[in-house]
């Protein structure tokens, strides 16, 4: 087989690439290794910014989203009883966010590759990549039984975190930063209307806990907890009554409904640098992962695609390797602000280990500030829309 792209992993980045790819006429092969209805199904990220609507709209995925996504303009802290409206499209000129499922995104990026006719293949085995240091760079993998040898041009990793990709650079060659954090995020997706028209985060003496959704009928709702517990001892009704005493407030009713999916996220922070290695590019998942405070998840693969993308329609349209060279350096400045941001807000907002007073005076006064302050608030609306 030959391509001028491998791409290996089905997610978000790997498909947004192809189909940018695509667009500009260049080839590319999609290795994924799960099935279909695995990577339709998987529950991930909901919020897109303004940047990532406008690319995936320019890219002619954009329709079912404009149609089914809900638009918001604004979010809300709320501590100390009390909520307050960050108005997002006020204080950015008009920026605003849109929550439309990664599922979602998903179906659509499969929905327009297939029509493409262009190579898809699911429940990928055996996956190899080689020669990256040379102009042939090539993947090995096995697909329904038979053996394949895949030589391309360029090998994009964006199998995420537990890829293969990464781990093929040799040792000595990246550099790596990370951090755990104590705590993780129970979250529930449920058969039930949001119970507010906008995203809510609550810092609250038992834990944070988040109020957001995924449709008119569907809400997506988290509390703080350790990363090692065990589900089994957070049966619905816990998760409910927790919720209902960390968003809880007076003359407002959190709505219940039937518990359709439920699980535990450990939130850790963790970049790679750099995110080239000869013709191997790294991107999304494969290369950086950000706590979920800052919903940047989803966000960062796509803005990591769009100058990958860039790069290599220069490279086949004009010989020059200017953007190829810049790849790393780009997607960093970007990254690194988006793991401050999403540090920030998770620090600000998760009840801190051991409970010490001075934290939580500093959450307290940051909290206020943040609400009070126009400037604050136009630094948080700024990089929640993304910059």
């Not at 092969?29 to 690319?55: C, H, K, M, N, T």
């Not at 997706?189 to 109020?211: C, I, K, M, T």
């Amino acid at each position: 087989m030959r391509t001028q792209v491998a791409i290996i992993g089905a997610g978000p980045a790997g498909l947004t690439l192809a189909q940018l790819l695509h667009l500009e006429g260049i080839e590319s092969v999609i290795l994924e290794d799960r099935s279909r209805e695995y990577v339709e199904a998987r529950i991930r990220a909901g919020v897109l910014e303004q940047g990532v609507v406008d690319l995936l709209t320019e890219a002619g995925v954009g329709e079912r989203m404009a149609r089914e996504g809900l638009v918001h303009e604004g979010i809300e802290l709320q501590f100390a009883g009390e909520r307050h409206r960050i108005d997002m499209a006020a204080l950015t000129g008009g920026k605003t966010i849109t929550v439309y499922g990664q599922t979602e995104v998903v179906k659509d990026l499969i929905e327009a590759r297939l029509g493409t006719g262009r190579p898809l293949l699911f429940e990928v085995d055996d996956v190899r990549v080689e020669e990256v240091e040379s102009e042939r760079p090539r993947v090995l993998f096995t697909h329904a039984g038979a053996q394949h040898v895949l030589e391309c041009d360029v090998v994009a990793g964006c199998d995420g975190f537990h890829g293969v990709c990464r781990p093929t650079i040799p040792a000595g060659v990246l550099r790596t930063f990370s951090r755990e954090y104590p705590f993780g995020w129970l979250g529930i997706l449920a058969a039930v209307a949001p119970s507010n028209d906008e995203l809510v985060y609550a810092y609250h003496d038992r834990g944070f806990a988040l109020l957001s959704l995924r449709s008119p009928e569907v809400s997506r709702l988290y509390v703080q907890c350790r990363p090692d517990e065990d589900i089994a001892e957070w049966p619905d009704e816990r998760v409910w009554e927790e919720l209902q005493i960390r968003l809880g407030l007076p003359g407002w009713t959190l709505a219940e409904g039937p518990v359709l999916e439920k699980g535990i996220t450990p939130m850790r922070s963790f970049v790679t640098e750099p995110m080239r290695h000869g013709r191997l590019f790294l991107a999304g998942d494969a290369a950086h992962i950000v706590p979920p405070t800052g919903a940047k998840g989803l966000n960062l693969a796509a803005h990591d695609v769009r100058l990958l993308a860039d790069a290599l329609v220069e490279w086949y349209s004009s010989g020059s390797e200017k953007l190829l060279d810049s790849y790393s350096t780009d997607c960093l400045r970007r990254i690194w602000r988006a793991e401050h941001f999403s540090w920030w807000m998770t620090t600000m907002l998760h009840r801190p280990e051991g409970d010490d007073p001075f934290d939580l005076r500093l959450q307290e006064s940051q909290l206020r500030y943040v609400t009070t302050s126009e400037a604050a608030a136009t630094s948080l609306a700024e990089n929640y829309v993304g910059l």
